[in-house]
């Protein structure tokens, strides 16, 4: 993926900024959209792949922090760099906090920019790439499971859990670290809400090839079926 171009969507109303970005990562070999308000930025997402955004925050229609926030309920994990326009500690945590994954306070030096956008790409990558194992097929960035390619209906937990699982394929988990790795701080849920996920996520797989083989008194683990 390095090696392949990087595809920046630009949102920017600042036309005088914009073209000055555009015009840097142009310069670094980057392919550069550009738009100038929420609803483009919005649409354009919803229809178009690219491999990172530049957001700035005030906009005009909706607001950057709402484009961020209709791009998760996505279920998209597109790497989102905001530009704030001031040093606001408020708008940082709330830029993060809705799942942006790094901010810029303008002005900021180009150098800068070009390295937090590679960055974002290289670090985004590993965990938006297909997860597979037999018959079971799991892509993160649209959160779709398929099993011999028909589309299974999974719960949002259920989807956590079985991504957790064959994320550590041919591991062994205990249901306490699923809870860690699937929960949003501060939300608890019991172990035998886990065993439940995994009873139905059992079901769900059944013809998948792959088992999530219990083990007593621990986790569990997901492995292929070994074929006789
Ligand atoms: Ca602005």
New binding site residues.
């Given amino acids: 993926m390095l090696d392949s171009i990087m595809h920046v969507l630009l949102v920017?109303?600042?036309p005088v900024l914009a073209d000055g970005i555009a015009r840097i990562l142009r310069g670094h070999g980057m392919v550069v959209d550009m738009v100038n308000n929420g609803h483009d930025a919005d649409r354009v997402l919803s229809s178009r792949e690219v491999s990172v955004v530049v957001l700035?925050?005030?906009?005009p229609g909706i607001d950057g922090f709402e484009v961020v926030r209709r791009l998760r309920a996505r279920g998209s994990a597109l790497p989102v760099l905001l530009?704030t326009?001031r040093d606001d500690i408020q708008d940082r945590v709330r830029g993060l906090e809705i799942g942006a994954d790094d901010y810029l306070v303008k002005p900021f030096a180009a150098p800068e920019l070009v390295a937090r956008l590679k960055a974002l790409v290289r670090r985004g990558n590993p965990r938006s790439a297909d997860l597979q194992m037999g018959g079971l097929l799991l892509d993160p960035l649209s959160r779709r499971a398929t099993v011999n390619g028909q589309v299974v209906d999974l719960s949002a937990r259920e989807w956590a859990v079985l991504e957790y699982l064959i994320r550590n394929a041919s591991r062994v988990v205990s249901k306490q670290q699923i809870i860690d790795a699937i929960l949003p701080w501060g939300e608890e849920m019991t172990l035998n809400a886990v065993e439940v996920y995994v009873s139905r996520i059992r079901a769900k797989i059944m013809s998948a090839g792959v088992s999530i083989n219990t083990i007593r008194g621990f986790g569990y683990m997901l492995e292929p079926v070994a074929i006789t």
């Avoid at 700035?56 to 906009?59: C, E």
Wanted: proline share 0%.
């Fill in positions: 920017e109303d600042d700035d925050i005030g906009l530009l326009a």
